[in-house]
Every structure is written in structure tokens, then in C-alpha cells.
């Protein structure tokens, strides 16, 4: 176990980038597979409202990116919509120590651009 933990600890992975145009967001839209799409759309939606908001994608789970745990902490809120129920959310809480909003769905059917606007809208209104 400790072997394999030891391997898995030297691979290298490329440190995650943030899509923050303005660099002002104090929100942080982070997802993982299948939500690429919806959280892109979504986020357009809501800058295209006037409002600043962060994405970023995972495509490495375990490790995760180095400066994972920098980038959660540099915004006042993170939101991760996930098709399950919450398993990489409940990851990045117990190795980061960062307050994470969940948004799942088990329905079978990705996100709407809609809903995540939501979602996105209400987390703003939050640190108004």
C-alpha cells in the first residue's frame, strides 16, 4: 500500500489553470469531467451579466494539481457541481480544509446552462 501510495505521489501533474478574465472573482466554479460544458456555459452567462466569476476544470483526481489547494483558498467561495453525489467535493473539504459549495444531480441528464447560472447567481447574492 505504501509503495503504490509512493508512486502515485511522484506523478507529475500539470498545475491547474484558472479561466478568471478580470481577476476580480471572489467565486470559483470548479468541476470535473462531464460538467465542462454546462460550467463553461453557465459562467459565460453570468459574466455576461456584469458580474466577475472563476472556472476551472480537474483532469487529474488523484494526485491532485500541487497548487490545488492555493487556488480554493484564493476565493471567498467554491462551487462544484458534480453528476453524483458529491464524492470529489467531499475530497477537496478533508485535504484542503476549505468550505465547498456542493451542487449535485443524479438524474441521468447533464446540467442546464440555466440551472448553473442559478447556482452561480445565488452564490454571488450570498457575498453581497
Known amino acids: 500500500t505504501r509503495l503504490r501510495q509512493a508512486k502515485v505521489d511522484g506523478v507529475v501533474v500539470p498545475d491547474l489553470e484558472v479561466d478568471d478574465p478580470s481577476g476580480e472573482a471572489r467565486v ?14 453557465a459562467t459565460r452567462v453570468v459574466r455576461n451579466t456584469g458580474h466577475a466569476v472563476a472556472r476551472a476544470h480537474l483532469t487529474n483526481l488523484n494526485p491532485f494539481p500541487s497548487n490545488l489547494g492555493k487556488l480554493l483558498r484564493d476565493y471567498d467561495r467554491v462551487v462544484v457541481p458534480e453528476m453524483n453525489l458529491g464524492q470529489l467535493a467531499m475530497m477537496l473539504r478533508a485535504e484542503f480544509l ?9 438524474r441521468g441528464l447533464p446540467f442546464s446552462t440555466v440551472e ?13
Request: proline share 3%; glycine share 8%.
Open 28 to 41: 470559483l466554479v470548479l468541476g470535473w469531467g462531464s460538467t465542462y460544458g454546462p460550467i463553461a456555459a
Open 98 to 106: 476549505v468550505d465547498i459549495r456542493s451542487h449535485t444531480s443524479v
Open 116 to 128: 448553473l447560472a442559478d447556482v452561480i447567481s445565488t452564490t454571488l447574492e450570498e457575498l453581497s
